[in-house]
């Protein structure tokens, strides 16, 4: 089982930018599928973005196409999600999930993965 821990989270003004980041422990994670989720306040939790385990491969929902951008160190045992010209409709909590892959390849269903961080809360005001 891999731990997940999501930092970087805070309050932002429309425009601005922040950094998530996940960071992993109990498995080395260049084995691991990773992706983002996120869940606003009334609504239902969403895919954000994913990477495949060597981080060749990414995929995004498309309401942050062009303005957020996945990346991964194995090295470092991390996934970051970048993002950038946030808007109010970005505000939610954010979650890192992971699932062993077999294959690179990056997927946005939930029910894939079986691991999953406490969230870091992401707020942007306008």
């Known amino acids: 089982q891999v731990q997940l821990v999501e930092s970087g989270g805070g309050l932002v003004q429309t425009g601005g930018s922040l950094r998530l980041s996940c960071a992993a422990s109990?498995?080395?994670?260049?084995?691991?599928?990773v992706a983002w989720f996120r869940q606003a306040p009334g609504k239902e939790r969403e895919f954000v973005a994913s990477?495949?385990?060597?981080?060749?491969?990414?995929y995004y929902t498309t309401s942050v196409k062009g303005r957020f951008t996945i990346s991964r160190d194995n090295a470092k045992n991390t996934v970051s999600l970048q993002m950038n010209s946030l808007n109010a409709e970005d505000t939610a909590v954010y979650y890192c999930a992971s699932r062993l892959a077999g294959a690179d390849s990056a997927f946005s269903g939930a029910s894939l993965y079986t691991d999953w961080g406490q969230g870091t809360q992401v707020t942007v005001s306008s």
């Open positions: 990477i495949s385990r060597s981080g060749r491969n990414t």
């Open positions: 109990g498995r080395t994670l260049n084995t691991y599928g």
